[in-house]
């Protein structure tokens, strides 16, 4: 065989593999589309607490604010710690919680620091990704007294209270 013929071989293999991997990631793409995700809803008992909720009961509060957090992740934290900030001087503010995501194994020693009224859980159970089908470190879901979505907005976006569910 020539080196003209064993060229041309390997670049129809390379060809062929490659459009193998186009296939395949459209595939993927498209099944994850077409699941039909739950709406994301907060009840405590899908998730393991890892800090417990500050003392003053968040059922008197109008709002919960749950932020999805991977630890690898220093650009969700901040964000976590921005909105702590943003919120502190509102007359009513809401529970501010920490959703540890994409997480193996319980976290120990848990610091965001941020003081979080309405608690740290831990997403044993891939909740977020596998119920929910999310994907994006840093979300806020805002949550209503029954734990009913209300919204959710991007890492760096301050929810508004007084909008509708995205």
């Known amino acids: ?27 993927a793409w498209w099944r994850d589309r077409v699941h039909d995700f739950a709406e994301p809803r907060w009840e405590p008992s899908r998730f393991a ?22 630890l690898d992740c220093p650009h969700c934290q901040e964000h976590l710690r ?18 540890i995501v994409d997480r193996p194994t319980r976290p120990k020693n848990l610091n965001l620091g941020v003081t979080l009224e309405g608690g740290a859980w831990w997403d044993s159970a ?14 806020t879901f805002r949550f209503d007294r029954r734990g009913k979505l209300l919204s959710s907005t991007p890492a760096g976006v301050v929810p508004d209270s007084s909008s509708s569910r995205m």
């Open 49 to 70: 607490m890892i800090v417990p909720e500050s003392r003053q009961p968040t059922s008197s509060r109008t709002e919960r604010w749950v932020v999805a957090v991977s």
């Open 126 to 139: 891939q909740v977020w990704r596998e119920s929910w089908g999310r994907r994006a470190y840093g979300e």
């Open 82 to 99: 921005a909105l702590a900030a943003r919120t502190a001087g509102r007359v009513q503010r809401p529970a501010l919680a920490a959703l």
């Open 1 to 27: 065989m020539s080196d003209a013929g064993r060229w041309q071989g390997l670049n129809a293999a390379a060809f062929a593999v490659a459009i193998a991997i186009l296939i395949a990631l459209g595939l």
